[in-house]
């Protein structure tokens, strides 16, 4: 038993190489860049973006209180039950929701501005992110605008009726408009826009679209167009992973903030924490920053909301549950 185990460990460590060598090669000979320089797929789709579709565009890098500001408005997918059961229900998904808004909107880009006050009184086309005070219509079956709450044993992202205060993305609040919702805009950041991820979606889709699902090249493809948004939207402050001694525990919970801690063998631990008095918490790989660019990350899923909200409230059917990109309805 032990010789055929080291025989399959033997085995599977060959073919594992083979496959990262394979797909380095590929990607090499495709977009020349490598994929040694990038420890997850999120990254390898950036470093894929930046190499060969960024030409020109001014992208901002967002730190500090705009990213604190901004963080707000990124809420994610809607996820919501409203009928638990019933018969005969039909679900309809959207066809790659996020890749369709990438190539079709525009992105929060260039000049940031702050302001005070209702920036649409001055220009009611701004372009950005606005908190506002939000009151909803008092007859609202389904509400269409989420916001994240704490609730005193975690943060939980709510979808309410009545008032409060919230960031949100400007064409959130446009859209919201039309169901009735009521904005009083009290401040914010207003961005140039661009459509900049055309190329690189379409590129992209038309390798999935000619490949088969058997196809390395479509699982490939697919996890590129999807992977590339979430990069924009990550956390600034990055966690840092140590193994220490048992006895240094009580030092690092003074000095950190703990996430998490594993006890290990040999009186040692694995812990999980990060400093925000350093910059190193933010340096990925060989970057000396994060190159995080929250406003797109929140614009794209924003937008997908938006394209959601027309399966919301519709009289023609009963809307049982609905998420990110799909719906639950008992209409053919």
């Not at 205060?165 to 039309?178: G, W, Y």
């Not at 240094?248 to 594993?262: F, P, R």
């Not at 631990?269 to 994060?290: A, G, P, Q, R, V």
């Amino acid at each position: 038993m032990k010789n055929e185990t080291i025989k399959y460990c033997n085995q599977d460590c060959i073919s594992l190489y083979q496959v990262i060598y394979n797909f380095n090669n590929l990607i090499f000979d495709k977009y020349s860049i490598n994929i040694r320089n990038y420890p997850t797929l999120p990254s390898l789709a950036f470093g894929l973006y930046r190499c060969n579709y960024l030409k020109d565009y001014p992208i901002p890098l967002l730190s500090g209180k705009i990213f604190n500001d901004i963080s707000k408005s990124f809420t994610g997918g809607f996820t919501d039950m409203y009928i638990p059961f019933g018969e005969n229900i039909r679900c309809y998904d959207v066809n790659s929701l996020y890749p369709y808004v990438m190539n079709n909107m525009n992105m929060p880009v260039g000049n940031i501005t702050l302001f005070e006050g209702n920036i649409l009184k001055i220009n009611p086309k701004a372009f950005g992110f606005f908190e506002c005070i939000i009151s909803t219509p008092k007859n609202l079956k389904h509400p269409i605008l989420q916001t994240k709450f704490d609730t005193g044993q975690g943060i939980r992202t709510l979808s309410p009726l009545g008032t409060w205060t919230a960031m949100i993305f400007s064409e959130e609040i446009f859209n919201a408009k039309k169901y009735g919702y009521k904005f009083e805009i009290l401040r914010g950041y207003t961005f140039d826009k661009a459509n900049i991820f055309n190329e690189y979606i379409s590129d992209l889709y038309e390798i999935k679209k000619a490949s088969n699902k058997e196809d390395p090249m479509y699982l490939i493809s697919k996890l590129f167009i999807n992977s590339l948004y979430g990069r924009f939207g990550m956390n600034e402050i990055l966690n840092i992973n140590n193994i220490i001694n048992d006895e240094e525990l009580y030092n690092y919970i003074d000095k950190y903030t703990i996430n998490n801690i594993i006890s290990l063998d040999n009186n040692k631990s694995l812990i999980s924490y990060f400093d925000n008095n350093i910059k190193s918490n933010i340096m990925l790989s060989n970057e000396t920053h994060s190159n995080i660019s929250i406003g797109i990350a929140s614009a794209i899923t924003a937008y997908s909301r938006i394209h959601m909200t027309q399966f919301k409230n519709n009289s023609d059917y009963n809307l049982y549950y609905s998420d990110t990109d799909s719906i639950y309805i008992d209409k053919s």
